[in-house]
């Protein structure tokens, strides 16, 4: 509704997104360009990590008000068809919303308490955890890691996500924003718990990735430089983009509606392999 607003009085603007949080169908009627995660990519790869870790179980936290989102619901479909097709349990808990009554605090406490809970419940601590909300990813990447669980990805993939406070670990201001230095703190870190190989990533930041691209494809545009159809953005622009953003590892396609199949021009999904500290 904001930018129908904005666009009746300036046409001439236009609107680029990223973490895509909202309804995305109604985010890519408005956007000009948009970008996401690959559901059905990110949500294979996440599991295969699980499976190729040793995983005996596969748990999925969330709550209803992410499970409304599409996205969401395709990662977590193709996580269970990896792991069905792997013979990995998959289990869906439903935990307090970090939003509802109890808050983050009350969301971070369940968690806590229910990770060791289930290892004592199977018997085993080849369990892989994944959570789809990122407020409560310090308490529980600390959890995962004390009591010796797989910790296959985080919901927005970064080594700046959360694993810094959760392990803790000193940055200097020198290397605040260094991916390959953080990354090689945490690898070290995690060998001391005996984790290497059990915690999964990627080794560059989601959001940043999502930024650089539609930043750069914003400056080609007002620059002169694409040549667009129908206020639709430059194939050959923002394929030359991801591809100097991402790197070979990474993997892109046009979103597509997983209700009526429609096909988005205006919106690329991303995924990359994963990346074992």
Known sequence: AAVEKIKEERPDLKVIFGSMNEDVYEMAKVGDLCLSIDPELYGESV???AVDAGAEHFIFYSFARHMSNSIK????????????ANNVPFEEV?????????????????????????MEQYGTKNIAYFVTVSTVEQAFIKSIVENGG??????DPSPFSDFAPALGLEIDEAHKFDAEYVTDLITKKLAEYDMNGRVGGWEKSLVRLEMEFLIRYAIEYCEGRTNEVDGKPDKEVAASLLKQ???EGGKFNNAVNDTNGETYDNWYTVARDLYLY
């Open 94 to 118: 439903s935990m307090p919303d970090p939003m509802g009554d109890a808050g983050v605090p009350g969301a971070q406490q369940f968690l806590i308490e229910n990770i060791p809970s289930l």
């Open 150 to 155: 797989i910790f296959p990805c985080h919901t």
């Open 47 to 49: 599991a295969q990590m």
């Open 73 to 84: 619901i395709r990662y977590r479909d193709a996580m269970k068809a990896v792991c069905e």
């Open 245 to 247: 953003v991402y790197g």
